[in-house]
């Protein structure tokens, strides 16, 4: 599989309300609940003001469209970090995936995939 590490560093974040939120960016997922607005973008487009935050996450952008019948293209790629102890999370978007590791983490998720021979395209 080929993956590509994006160059910007990203931030998790609770704002009170969209209007916080700026959707200009190249990156920008937001989740709504009944409980919170969750976003995630980098970490410089980070409203003044969040709620809550966790800075620190670089990520992994799966390269290609994701077809909506592939099967365990995640648990596969998950399974690979889990395995040596990296936590993340996932974002899923109509096209493709996203995962999200630990900055202090990126040495070691970079160097477990390409041993499991996933091609990752570092642009700067």
């Excluded at 160059?7 to 990156?27: A, R």
């Excluded at 937001?30 to 976003?39: A, F, N, Q, Y």
């Excluded at 998950?78 to 978007?93: C, G, K, M, R």
């Amino acid at each position: 599989m080929n993956l590509k590490l994006l160059p910007e560093t990203f931030t998790v974040c609770k704002v009170e309300d969209e209007s916080q939120i700026e959707f200009t960016g190249t990156y920008c997922f937001v989740g709504k609940t009944e409980d919170e607005i969750s976003l995630v973008c980098p970490t410089a487009d980070v409203p003044g003001f969040t709620e809550a935050r966790e800075d620190g996450w670089r990520c992994f952008k799966i390269e290609g469209e994701l077809d909506f019948s592939m099967i365990g293209v995640i648990s596969h790629l998950s399974s690979i970090l889990a395995a040596e102890d990296l936590p993340l999370f996932v974002i899923s978007t109509f096209q493709t995936d996203y995962i999200f590791v630990k900055e202090d983490d990126l040495s070691k998720a970079l160097f477990v995939l390409e041993e499991e021979n996933h091609k990752v395209k570092e642009e700067f």
